[in-house]
T-cell receptor, first 115, second 115 residues
């Protein structure tokens, strides 16, 4: 079955340390993958996307994500976390489902960056 | 600021009532998407309109309906409201209608509380 999964409900990291938020997917055909961030009481903000080409995608606010086809993963990374990065992060995949192309979201991972 | 606007920000109503949520897409975007975010269901795609026509359908209840007007703004109508309809409702927009690579930009959401 086609799906996207975020295996961690919460990730805790100390400020200044590198962070990784995990995402795996299962789709038929080429995957089109997205990361969004949601701050408290705000809408989702687009961070980055992978369509084709270079497996390392750079996005907003210093975030990047690595597409790994063999591991069917698209993990979000940042070399040095900030307290202000604390938010809810969603991975999403564009897939054909129920007769339509849709953007399907993972359950979300809450990132907590501690001073 | 994504450029997508939604009104109202908050809505409190009673069971059995009917409400209308409004969305204005980013300038130049032809597609509007509606999503529901709740604690138990996560972020669920409801419906997409492209240039006035319904393009894709997700987990939208029969009690819910949407439309997109000639000026491209969209309204989501929720009727016979139940307690379980309490959620954050997001609108998103994108340039095109069917491209898998289009980025969806999200509005700030409308928080619906059904008492």
């Amino acid at each position: 079955a086609q799906s996207v999964a975020q295996p961690e409900d919460q990730v805790n990291v100390a400020e200044g340390n590198p962070l990784t938020v995990k995402c795996t997917y299962s789709v038929s055909g080429n995957p089109y993958l997205f990361w969004y961030v949601q701050y408290p009481n705000r809408g989702l903000q687009f961070l980055l996307k992978y369509i084709t080409g270079d497996n390392l995608v750079k996005g907003s606010y210093g975030f990047e994500a690595e597409f790994n086809k063999s591991q069917t993963s698209f993990h979000l990374k940042k070399p040095s976390a900030l307290v202000s990065d604390s938010a809810l992060y969603f991975c999403a995949v564009r897939m054909f489902s129920g007769g339509y192309n849709k953007l399907i979201f993972g359950a979300g991972t809450r990132l907590a960056v501690h001073p | 600021d994504s450029g997508v606007t939604q009104t109202p920000k908050h809505l409190i109503t009673a069971t059995g009532q009917r409400v209308t949520l409004r969305c204005s897409p980013r300038s130049g975007d032809l597609s509007v998407y509606w999503y529901q975010q709740s604690l138990d269901q996560g972020l669920q795609f409801l419906i997409q309109y492209y240039n006035g026509e319904e393009r894709a359908k997700g987990n939208i209840l029969e009690r819910f309906s949407a439309q997109q007007f000639p000026d491209l703004h969209s309204e989501l109508n929720l009727s016979s409201l139940e307690l379980g309809d309490s959620a954050l409702y997001f609108c998103a927009s994108s340039v095109g209608g069917t491209s898998n690579t289009d980025t969806q930009y999200f509005g700030p959401g409308t928080r619906l509380t059904v008492l």
